[in-house]
C-alpha cells in the first residue's frame, strides 16, 4: 500500500531515481495507478478486518500517515518526511507485533524505540535520490545540509549501535560486532559519495536497521548472550 502510493506520488522523480518502476517504465499507465493505489488500500482494510477492530485502525493510521507523507507534501521537507516515515514504521510494527503476539512492554518498547531509529537516521534513504528529489523541489536532509547529514549518519548508525547493545543487554561479542558493524555503515557514507557508493550503502545501511530490529528478541530469549 505504502510503496503504491509512493509511487503514484513521485513518478516524476521517479524517472530519473528508479526508472525501472512500472509508471516510468510504461507497465502502469498514468490512468490505472491511483486506481491501483487506493485498491491497495480497501484490500489492506479488508485483510486486517479478519484480525479485528484493532488491526483495522491501526491500517487506518497506516494510511493516514501515508496520505500525510504522499497527498499532502508531509514527504517535501526534512522533518516532515522523517516523521511520516517514522509513523508508519511505527504503524507496521504496531500491526505485525499485533498479529503474532501480546502487545506488552517488551513490545511496545521496542516499537517506539524504532520509531525514535526511523525519525533520526532514516535520511540515509535520501543520498542516492537526491537528483530527482532537486527537480521536484523536494527539500531532504542531504540536499539542505549535504556536509551536515554525511557527518550525522555515523554518528547516529554508532550511537544507535552502542545504546541498542547496553539497553537489550545483549552479549560482549554481540555488542562488539553490531556497533563495529554501525561504524562502517556510517563510514561508508562519510567516505563513499558517489551515486553507486550511495546505493550500496543503503543497502548495508537496511541490513544494519534489520539487526537492530531484531536485538530485541534478546529480552525475551538470551539468544545473543554471547
Known sequence: MCNVSNQVCRRKEDKINHPWRPLPSGRVSESQAPAIRWATVACCASLSSIYGPELVRITLGLVAVTFAHDELGGGNNVVGKALCTAGAYICFEFGATTIIGVMDFVSVTAVIISGILVFTAIHAQDFPDVEGDKTVGRMTFPIYALELSRSFTPFVTIAWSAFLSWFWEVGSISTTLFTW??????????????????????????????????????????VLAF
Open 181 to 222: 558493524f554501525g561504524i562502517y555503515v556510517g563510514l561508508r557514507y562519510y567516505f563513499w559519495r558517489t551515486l553507486e557508493a550511495d546505493r550500496k550503502s543503503y543497502l548495508t545501511f537496511n541490513v544494519w536497521l534489520m539487526v537492530a530490529h531484531v536485538l530485541p528478541l534478546h529480552a525475551r530469549t538470551s
